[in-house]
């Protein structure tokens, strides 16, 4: 990952100490506050009732809701991202790490509207399970500073080959197994990999809001698979 700008700031792995151990807070603190955002804008919607509604909207619509929701959600988060990046406007970075927060709390809707039904334990149990988890590679990172930039590639086809299954299981209406969702949690820790060793390696020590977008975007797409291994036990 490579960003051209004429920036003043130096990429992080040729910052001094100081600088880069600032930007390093500031991204992971950026990240928190994300986190806790999420889980705040979660319970407003169920605690509304809100959650419920748009829950079974999407369920009405049966495959057709989640394409709309998938796509939308793609638009959203391609939108965030660049507002995320923006080297000239700080509120424009923090409207884009805003938006995909938000637009990632709807979309979880449904699944967390199930987990719900079924058993309401399952929903903190998989957001432990899946700290640990980021935590874990967040370490591996840390400790060998190792650049994970050459997963790029192999990410970006994998992505294209889940989104294309997800699709097709929408169209004819099959159904996407236990294994899947494995596949997916692997296919999130790869992100996970390489999101942290940009990080470290590539992002700017002024680009803390896009390094935290990114990183919860791996995270938030961990949290929906480990959760439907959790609410595929329990059925």
């Known amino acids: 990952m490579h ?7 130096r990429v992080a792995s040729n910052a001094s100490a100081d600088e880069r151990g600032a930007f390093l807070v500031r991204t992971y603190l950026h990240l928190v506050v994300a986190i806790f955002a999420f889980v705040f804008i979660e319970g407003a919607l169920f605690a509304s ?6 829950a079974q909207l999407i369920f009405q619509f049966g495959n057709f809701g989640w394409i709309v929701v998938l796509v939308a959600f793609m638009g959203v988060g ?22 995909y927060v938000v637009a990632e709390a709807i979309i979880c809707i449904p699944l967390l509207w199930l987990a719900a039904q079924y058993d309401a334990t399952i929903i903190p149990a998989a957001g432990l399970v899946t700290l640990v988890l980021f935590g ?19 990410l970006g086809i994998a992505g294209l080959a889940a989104l294309g299954t997800i699709v097709a299981a929408m169209i004819f209406n099959f159904a996407l197994g236990v294994w ?4 997916m949690v692997l296919f999130a820790g790869g992100y996970i990999l390489y999101y942290t060793s940009n990080v470290l390696h590539h ?15 791996a ?15 329990r059925r």
């Open 180 to 183: 899947f969702s494995g596949l």
């Open 78 to 99: 391609y939108l965030a991202d660049s507002w995320a990046r923006s080297n000239t406007s700080p509120v424009m970075q923090y409207a884009g790490l805003g938006l």
């Open 49 to 54: 009732g809100i959650a419920d509604v748009l």
């Open 136 to 154: 874990g590679l967040t370490g591996v990172v840390f400790v060998t500073r190792k650049d994970f930039s050459f997963m790029k590639g192999f």
């Open 3 to 9: 960003i051209e700008s004429h920036s003043p700031y």
């Open 203 to 217: 992002y700017r020590t002024d680009q803390h809001v896009a390094a935290a977008l990114a990183l919860f975007s």
């Open 219 to 233: 995270l938030a797409l961990l949290f929906w698979y480990v959760l439907r291994i959790f609410l595929a036990s």
